[in-house]
């Protein structure tokens, strides 16, 4: 896996103050991305153990929040293995940070993936600007949905998010 960027006390992507985890690695490719520049899963630099423990160290903090995994893709076929691992170890490490992740896929084509269970919230689907709206919390587009796993596990349906509901 390769990543672009460790954003440090983040407030645009997810509730509270997170750590932001920005791989790279997309082949959604949506017109109009944020981050078209981390789309080439060969760009950025590879995630290594000094990467991790920055989370870590991050992740410590008593104000931290969370991590957020973004990019690109987390669920891109070259990131899924190792965000999978991370976020079982973050789970492990850190029980009480909240997990979220972004990605161009729909809840129903990854919810059978063991670590999914594991985050607090997805931000799934393509970002698409003729259903742009910016008064959308989250995400970009109307079509796009952000999704309370805990609860959505817990209910046998999609139950979206409302702030500070994990």
């Given at each position: 896996?390769?990543?672009?960027?460790?954003?440090?006390?983040?407030?645009?992507?997810?509730?509270?103050?997170?750590?932001?985890?920005?791989?790279?690695?997309?082949?959604?490719?949506?017109?109009?991305?944020?981050?078209?520049?981390?789309?080439?899963p060969n760009g950025g630099i590879p995630f290594d153990e000094s990467a991790k423990q920055e989370i870590f160290a991050e992740l410590s903090k008593d104000y931290i929040s969370g991590i957020t995994f973004s990019?690109?893709?987390?669920?891109?076929?070259?990131?899924?293995?190792?965000?999978?691992?991370?976020?079982?170890?973050?789970?492990?490490?850190?029980?009480?940070?909240?997990?979220?992740?972004?990605?161009?896929?729909?809840?129903?084509?990854?919810?059978?993936?063991?670590?999914?269970?594991?985050?607090?919230?997805?931000?799934?689907?393509?970002?698409?600007?003729?259903?742009?709206?910016?008064?959308?919390?989250?995400?970009?587009?109307?079509?796009?949905?952000?999704?309370?796993?805990?609860?959505?596990?817990?209910?046998?349906?999609?139950?979206?998010?409302?702030?500070?509901?994990?």
């Open positions: 896996m390769r990543y672009h960027n460790i954003t440090k006390d983040d407030m645009l992507n997810g509730s509270g103050l997170r750590v932001v985890l920005w791989v790279a690695g997309c082949s959604h490719h949506c017109p109009y991305c944020q981050n078209p520049i981390t789309h080439d990019g690109g893709d987390p669920l891109h076929p070259a990131n899924v293995d190792e965000i999978g691992e991370l976020v079982s170890e973050i789970n492990a490490k850190f029980p009480h940070k909240t997990k979220w992740l972004y990605t161009g896929y729909r809840y129903e084509q990854i919810s059978g993936l063991p670590f999914i269970s594991m985050l607090d919230v997805v931000c799934d689907g393509r970002f698409e600007i003729d259903k742009f709206d910016p008064k959308i919390h989250w995400v970009g587009s109307s079509n796009q949905r952000v999704i309370d796993i805990k609860k959505t596990k817990r209910e046998g349906k999609i139950v979206l998010y409302e702030d500070g509901s994990v």
